[in-house]
């Protein structure tokens, strides 16, 4: 081989290069691109508030920022990474100078509206985040931005609409309108057909004699109202305790989860009469033991009648003086010895669990003090 022969050889590796690389810059100067069409590309460049994109044209392309999503960002580098292949919608195409405008977001959302659409004809409950908290509402992604109005949240007034910011929430699609790009949800239907399921659930269910769990949904003067899970019940405030109740809040709060017994149904006019005290022990039935009769103990007078005085020995239990164990002496009225509110020492003299009923003297209980006041010696 002469010279001249190994001198062509060398050259021709260096002259393929050269023509694949020509042939490269035709390809992409022959694509042709134009705004709304939707290609693939692959990341090349990340800076803090735009991507560059290669997508096989003469040169690469721009996503702004606000184009890389719907979702709110900081920064290019929480969306996308270098290397990252994506589907963008072509916005702008400047043909002088090569000039190309893309967006992820459009990408997206083009995509999502035929989910979004099908969605809406089907009547669908969706699960989206909540990914904004705006004036009025709550922002949320379905693969496009969503809005749920604040009176759409709950089946009732949300003050505090910042709880749910993170969140996955189901809704269903209320409204929408592809030319203007808005989509508005609804939790509150959501939630509001749950819960009529669960209330014919729940009414084939109750039985009265039942003891259910609820939470205390509201107090009122009268009582508290329990939900059961789908069926608001009413424990009126004499079922509240064996002892006496002044107002509801002495016993239960708003939001607690408490036991409640089913006492009456009233399937036709909706109604369910609920008690709480009588998921709680008795008194009565350890009366026996804890007042014998013969002790002495201490009560606070409650009520006076003509025949006598109640006194309170403890919430629940009520014991009777009557009126002629009041005193050694004839009293024609309770008033005379004793008044309400006044604390006092009475003799056990019977006790009646079945009849709830206790027999107090405070005669011989003061009677049962002066004797042994007289045999303490040095008195």
Same mark, same amino acid.
Request: zero cysteines.
């Given at each position: 081989?002469? $010279?001249?022969?190994?001198?062509?050889?060398?050259?021709?590796?260096?002259?393929?290069?050269?023509?694949?690389?020509?042939?490269?810059?035709?390809?992409?100067?022959?694509?042709?691109?134009?705004?709304?069409?939707?290609?693939?590309?692959?990341?090349?460049?990340?800076?803090?508030?735009?991507?560059?994109?290669?997508?096989?044209?003469? #040169?690469?392309?721009?996503?702004?920022?606000?184009?890389?999503?719907?979702? =709110?960002?900081?920064s290019a580098d929480q969306v996308?990474?270098?290397?990252?292949?994506?589907?963008?919608?072509?916005?702008?195409?400047?043909?002088?100078?090569?000039?190309?405008?893309? #967006?992820?977001?459009?990408?997206? $959302?083009?995509?999502?509206?035929?989910?979004?659409?099908? #969605?809406?004809?089907?009547?669908?409950?969706?699960?989206?985040?909540?990914?904004?908290?705006?004036?009025?509402?709550?922002?949320?992604?379905?693969?496009?931005?969503?809005?749920?109005?604040?009176?759409?949240? $709950?089946?009732?007034?949300?003050?505090?609409?910042?709880?749910?910011?993170?969140?996955?929430?189901?809704?269903?699609?209320?409204?929408?309108?592809?030319?203007?790009?808005?989509?508005?949800?609804?939790?509150?239907?959501?939630?509001?057909?749950?819960?009529?399921?669960?209330?014919?659930?729940?009414?084939?269910?109750?039985?009265?004699?039942?003891?259910?769990?609820?939470?205390?949904?509201?107090?009122?003067d009268f009582g508290a109202f329990?939900?059961?899970?789908?069926?608001?019940?009413?424990?009126?405030?004499?079922?509240?305790?064996?002892?006496?109740?002044?107002? =509801?809040?002495?016993?239960?709060?708003?939001?607690?989860?408490?036991?409640?017994?089913?006492?009456?149904?009233?399937?036709?006019?909706?109604?369910?009469?609920?008690?709480?005290?009588?998921?709680?022990?008795?008194?009565?039935?350890?009366?026996?033991?804890?007042?014998?009769?013969?002790?002495?103990?201490?009560?606070?007078?409650?009520?006076?009648?003509?025949?006598?005085?109640?006194?309170?020995?403890?919430?629940?239990?009520?014991?009777?003086?009557?009126?002629?164990?009041?005193?050694?002496?004839?009293?024609?009225? =309770?008033?005379?010895?004793?008044?309400?509110?006044?604390?006092?020492?009475?003799?056990?003299?019977?006790?009646? =669990?079945?009849?709830?009923?206790?027999?107090?003297?405070?005669?011989?209980?003061?009677q049962t003090e002066a004797d042994?006041?007289?045999? #303490?010696?040095?008195?």
């Amino acid at each position: 081989m002469t $010279e001249e022969e190994k001198a062509l050889q060398e050259q021709e590796p260096a002259q393929t290069a050269d023509m694949g690389e020509d042939v490269n810059d035709f390809a992409k100067a022959l694509t042709v691109l134009k705004p709304g069409d939707v290609v693939t590309g692959k990341v090349v460049q990340v800076s803090s508030d735009s991507v560059m994109v290669d997508v096989g044209y003469k #040169s690469e392309g721009i996503i702004p920022l606000n184009e890389l999503s719907h979702r =709110p960002m900081q920064s290019a580098d929480q969306v996308v990474s270098v290397g990252d292949e994506i589907k963008v919608f072509v916005v702008s195409v400047d043909g002088h100078e090569g000039g190309l405008k893309l #967006s992820k977001r459009k990408a997206e $959302e083009q995509a999502a509206w035929g989910r979004v659409q099908e #969605s809406f004809e089907k009547g669908e409950v969706l699960e989206a985040e909540v990914v904004e908290v705006v004036k009025g509402g709550l922002v949320v992604d379905i693969g496009l931005r969503g809005f749920m109005p604040a009176s759409q949240v $709950e089946r009732g007034y949300v003050a505090d609409l910042g709880k749910y910011l993170g969140q996955r929430v189901r809704a269903r699609i209320i409204e929408m309108d592809h030319h203007k790009n808005r989509v508005i949800l609804s939790r509150k239907s959501v939630l509001e057909e749950e819960r009529k399921s669960a209330r014919e659930r729940l009414w084939a269910e109750l039985e009265e004699g039942q003891v259910r769990e609820g939470t205390v949904k509201s107090l009122t003067d009268f009582g508290a109202f329990v939900d059961l899970g789908g069926v608001d019940g009413l424990v009126h405030v004499s079922e509240l305790s064996y002892g006496r109740v002044k107002h =509801p809040s002495e016993v239960l709060s708003e939001g607690r989860q408490v036991k409640v017994k089913v006492l009456r149904l009233d399937r036709e006019k909706g109604k369910v009469s609920l008690g709480y005290k009588q998921t709680l022990p008795d008194p009565w039935q350890i009366a026996v033991e804890k007042y014998a009769e013969g002790s002495t103990v201490t009560g606070k007078v409650v009520r006076l009648t003509t025949f006598g005085a109640f006194v309170e020995l403890e919430p629940g239990i009520d014991g009777l003086i009557h009126i002629s164990q009041l005193a050694d002496q004839h009293v024609n009225n =309770p008033n005379e010895v004793v008044s309400p509110g006044q604390e006092v020492r009475v003799k056990v003299l019977s006790v009646k =669990p079945e009849e709830k009923r206790i027999s107090l003297s405070l005669r011989e209980a003061d009677q049962t003090e002066a004797d042994q006041t007289e045999a #303490s010696p040095g008195e």
